[in-house]
C-alpha cells in the first residue's frame, strides 16, 4: 500500500466545472436528436463540424500563447454545439464553423478563456454571423423537408419562421402539438420546445443552471408578449407564439444562464434575467431582425458587472456583524 | 444587515448507513499497551470530585483535543447558560458520535449532567442532526433532551449562531467526552478507548470501532480489511482532517474516523466563474471569491479583504467550489497577510 498526500477537503460536492460541462453538452446532444430524425444526418454533421473547429480553434491559440494546451475543460465544445444550435438546418456548413471560429478566437481567448469571458461567445458568435450574412442565417427550409444532404447545399422551400412571420405582423398558423415537438420552421435547435423545458429541468435540478435568471427573462418577456402584442390576437396566442418562437426559450435555459457572463449575486441575478428578458423583446419589435436573442444577452453581459455593483455594493459595506 | 442568503452551510452527500448499519465493534488491546489501572476517589460526587475524576482519567474532548477538566475549569468562570452535548457528526462519513448515543443513550446523559454539574450549569440539551435522529434517539431513552443542529455543514457552527441569536451562551462537549466521564466518575476508570468510524472505499466492512488509545492506525485499518489499492489514508474529517503516511501512528480521541480512499486526488482546478457558491457556505460572512480576486493583485488591498480573520477554516467554500479551488487556503492567506500589517 502506498500512501499519498494531500490536502483537504478530500471530498467534492457536485457539481464541479467538468460534470457541469457534460450536463450541458448532454442536454444539448439531445436537443439534437428530433432534428437528426426530421432532416437526417445533417445536423449532426453541422454539430461536429462546428464542435470541431472550436475545440482547434482554442488549441492554436494556446499554442501561439505558449499556453499549456487546457486540461479541456469542456467550454468549447458547448460553445459550438450552442452555436450550431441557433442556426438554421439548411445554413452551409462554413457557416457556424466561422461563428465558432469568432466566438473562441475573438469572444473567448483574448480574455483569458473560460472563467473570464465578459461576453456570452456563443452569443457573439452568432451575432457576428448574424450581422455579416443575415440572408443565411434568417433562411429556413421547409420543416417538411427530407434527408438533406450532409454536406452540400439544401434545396427546398425556403419560408418564412415564425419568428419573422411575428415580425411581420402576421399571426403564424401552427397546430399547438407541432409547436411542442419542434415541428415548425426556426434554428436548428431551439424548436423543440418540450425538450428544452426537460432539459432545462434536468439542468436546474442538478443545479448546472440557475433557475432564477431564467425565471426573470421568462417573466418580462412574458408580461410584455401578453400587454403589449405585436399581432392582433388574445393575451395567450400572444404570449405562446412570443415565448415559443425563434430563439428565446433556448437562450433562457441555456445562454442567460451562463454563470460566468451573469451577474453573481441573487438578487442581481433575476434583475439581470428581467432586463435582458426586456431587451429581446424590444429587439424583437424594433430590431432589423427577426431574432434579437443574442444581441439582447450581449448587451446584458456588458451591463452584469454594474447590475453587480448595484445589488450587492449598497447592502454589503464594511464587516457584516457575525452575530446576525 | 443580511441580504445576502438566507441558508448557510453545504448539504454534503451522507455516507453514513453503511456504518451505522452494525453496533459498535470491540478491538482487542494490542499486548504491549499498558494496562492503566482505576483510580479511587473518595467523599461526595460535587463539583471537586467531578473535576478530580476527569483530571484523573485524563479524558479529552474529541471535538476539540482539549482536556476535559481544563475546560470544566474554564468554564466555570465563564458561567455559560447551556451544556450542549454535540452527538451529529458533520463529517459525511463518520458516524461515531452517532452510534455512542445510540448504545450507550443513558451514559451519554448522566455523563453530561456531571458535566453540568461540574461547571454549574442547569440547561443541557443533547444534540442531534435531524428530527429522525431525534425520534429514534426519544424512544431509546425518553428522557433524552434534544436540540436539532441540522445537516448541513458545519452543523456545529451553525448550531451555535442558532442560539447564540436566541441569547443562549452554550458550551459544547462531545459525547465521547461524556461517556467517558460518566465512566470515571462512577467506576473511577482512566478513559481506555475511543469509538473510531472507519469508512471509505479502501476498506471492506465499514463500521464503527471501539479502539484502545494508542493502538496503531494498520491494526484498526487491517482489522476492517483494508484493501490494498488504498491510495490515501485520512483522520479526523473528510472535509479538514489530515493525510497520513505513517500507519504506525497511534490512535487519539480526536481521531474520530479514519477513511481510506481508493482514488488518489486529483488538484485540477479551473478559474473562478462566478457562481457564488462559495459565499452562501460560508458561515462566517466571508466572500471568499471576492478575497480571491483581490489576492490576485500584486499588492492586495488589506482594506478590501472584508472579515477573512474570522475564517475558522472549515473547507465549506473548498469543498462547494465547482472550480476546485482551493478557496480555504486563500482565505488563511489573506487572514494572514492582514495580521502581519505588512501592506506596503
Ligand atoms: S474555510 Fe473560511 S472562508 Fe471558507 S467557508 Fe469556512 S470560514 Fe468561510
Ligand atoms: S464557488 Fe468557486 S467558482 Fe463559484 S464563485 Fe466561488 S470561487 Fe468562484
Redesign the interface.
Same mark, same amino acid.
Given at each position: 500500500?502506498? +500512501?499519498?498526500?494531500?490536502?483537504?477537503?478530500?471530498?467534492?460536492?457536485?457539481?464541479?466545472?467538468p460534470?457541469?460541462m457534460r450536463d450541458v453538452i448532454f442536454t444539448l446532444s439531445v436537443l439534437l436528436i428530433i432534428p437528426i430524425v426530421q432532416y437526417g444526418v445533417r445536423p449532426l454533421v453541422m454539430a461536429v463540424c462546428t464542435m470541431f473547429v472550436s475545440v482547434i480553434c482554442e488549441i492554436i491559440f494556446n499554442l501561439i500563447q505558449g499556453n499549456k494546451i487546457g486540461?479541456g475543460?469542456g467550454s468549447s465544445l458547448v460553445t459550438g454545439l450552442m452555436i450550431v444550435m441557433l442556426m438554421p438546418v439548411n445554413a452551409p456548413i462554413w457557416l457556424p464553423c466561422m461563428a465558432a471560429v469568432f466566438a473562441v478566437i475573438v469572444a473567448k481567448m483574448p480574455f483569458?478563456?473560460?472563467?473570464?469571458t465578459p461576453f456570452n461567445p456563443a452569443a457573439a458568435g452568432v451575432a457576428f454571423a448574424a450581422l455579416c450574412y443575415p440572408h443565411l442565417v434568417f433562411r429556413y427550409i421547409d420543416s417538411s423537408a427530407k434527408n438533406l444532404p450532409a454536406f452540400g447545399d439544401c434545396t427546398g422551400d425556403i419560408v418564412s419562421s415564425t419568428a419573422a412571420v411575428l415580425k411581420n405582423g402576421l399571426k403564424p398558423s401552427i397546430l399547438p402539438l407541432d409547436m411542442l415537438w419542434g415541428a415548425f420552421e426556426g434554428p436548428l435547435g431551439t424548436t423543440g420546445i418540450l425538450i428544452i423545458c426537460a432539459g432545462g429541468l434536468y439542468l436546474f435540478i442538478k443545479r448546472t443552471a440557475n433557475w432564477e435568471i431564467t425565471a426573470a427573462f421568462l417573466a418580462a418577456a412574458l408580461i410584455i408578449a401578453a400587454f403589449w402584442p405585436r399581432i392582433e390576437c388574445s393575451m395567450i396566442t400572444s404570449v405562446k407564439y412570443e415565448l415559443l418562437s425563434g430563439s428565446l426559450l433556448f437562450c433562457s435555459v441555456f445562454m442567460v444562464t451562463d454563470?460566468?457572463t451573469?451577474p453573481?449575486?441573487?438578487?442581481a441575478k433575476i434583475a439581470y434575467g428581467f432586463i435582458c428578458g426586456v431587451l429581446v423583446m424590444v429587439f424583437r419589435r424594433f430590431g432589423a431582425f427577426e431574432q434579437g436573442a443574442c444581441f439582447a444577452l450581449l448587451i446584458a453581459n456588458a451591463l452584469a458587472p454594474q447590475i453587480d455593483v448595484i445589488f450587492?455594493g449598497s447592502?454589503?459595506t464594511?464587516?457584516? +456583524?457575525?452575530?446576525? | 444587515?443580511?441580504?445576502?442568503?438566507g441558508v448557510q452551510g453545504?448539504k454534503?452527500?451522507q455516507q453514513k448507513e453503511l456504518s451505522l448499519k452494525h453496533k459498535i465493534k470491540n478491538l482487542p488491546m494490542a499486548d504491549e499497551l499498558p494496562l492503566k489501572p482505576n483510580f479511587n476517589l473518595n467523599g461526595k460526587k460535587d463539583y471537586n470530585y467531578i473535576l478530580n475524576a476527569a483530571q484523573k482519567s485524563q479524558i479529552v474532548d474529541e471535538f476539540d483535543g482539549i482536556p476535559l477538566d481544563k475546560k470544566l475549569k474554564k468554564l466555570r468562570g465563564l458561567k455559560p447558560n447551556m451544556i450542549v452535548a454535540c452527538c451529529f457528526d458533520e463529517d459525511?462519513?463518520t458516524t461515531s458520535a452517532m452510534a455512542v448515543l445510540r448504545e450507550y443513550t443513558a451514559e451519554v446523559i448522566s455523563g453530561l449532567e456531571y458535566a453540568a454539574k461540574a461547571c454549574g450549569i442547569k440547561e443541557r440539551k443533547i444534540a442531534v442532526a435531524t428530527k429522525e435522529e431525534a425520534k429514534f434517539i426519544k424512544s431509546i431513552n425518553s428522557e433524552a433532551e434534544l436540540i436539532l443542529a441540522g445537516d448541513r455543514y458545519p452543523a456545529r457552527v451553525l448550531l451555535k449562531?442558532k442560539l447564540?441569536?436566541q441569547n443562549i451562551k452554550a458550551f459544547y462537549i462531545g459525547a465521547q467526552a461524556c461517556l467517558a466521564l460518566d465512566s470515571a466518575v462512577k467506576e473511577g476508570k482512566v478513559q481506555q478507548d475511543t469509538v473510531v468510524t472507519v469508512a471509505g472505499r479502501g476498506v471492506e466492512r465499514w463500521s464503527n470501532v471501539k479502539v484502545p488509545l494508542g493502538t496503531e492506525l494498520k491494526t484498526v485499518l487491517k482489522f476492517c480489511g483494508?484493501s490494498?489499492?488504498?491510495?490515501?489514508?485520512?483522520t479526523g474529517?473528510?472535509?479538514?482532517?489530515?493525510?497520513?503516511?505513517d500507519?504506525t501512528e497511534p490512535v487519539t480521541p480526536s481521531t474520530r474516523c479514519i477513511?481510506a480512499?481508493k482514488k488518489?486526488?486529483k488538484?485540477?482546478s479551473?478559474?473562478?466563474?462566478?457562481?457564488?457558491k462559495c459565499?452562501s457556505a460560508c458561515v462566517?460572512?466571508i466572500v471568499p471569491?471576492k478575497i480571491l480576486k483581490v489576492m490576485k493583485n500584486k499588492k492586495p488591498d488589506p482594506l478590501m479583504l472584508?472579515?477573512v480573520q474570522?475564517c475558522i477554516g472549515c473547507?465549506a467554500c473548498?469543498?462547494?467550489c465547482?472550480?476546485?479551488i482551493?478557496l480555504?487556503?486563500v482565505v488563511k492567506k489573506a487572514a494572514d497577510l492582514k495580521k502581519s500589517g505588512d501592506f506596503e
Open positions: 500500500m502506498i +500512501l499519498n498526500y494531500a490536502k483537504g477537503p478530500f471530498i467534492k460536492n457536485v457539481p464541479t466545472i460534470s457541469m486540461a475543460d483569458g478563456a473560460f472563467g473570464h454563470p460566468v451573469s453573481r449575486t441573487k438578487p450587492s447592502f454589503e464594511g464587516d457584516v +456583524l457575525y452575530e446576525k | 444587515m443580511k441580504f445576502r442568503h453545504v454534503l452527500d459525511p462519513w449562531k447564540y441569536s483494508v490494498d489499492k488504498t491510495k490515501m489514508i485520512i474529517s473528510s472535509l479538514t482532517g489530515k493525510a497520513v503516511l500507519l477513511i480512499i488518489a486526488k488538484d485540477i479551473y478559474p473562478c466563474i462566478g457562481c457564488e459565499a462566517r460572512s471569491w472584508t472579515n474570522k473547507q473548498s469543498v462547494v465547482p472550480s476546485g482551493d480555504a487556503e
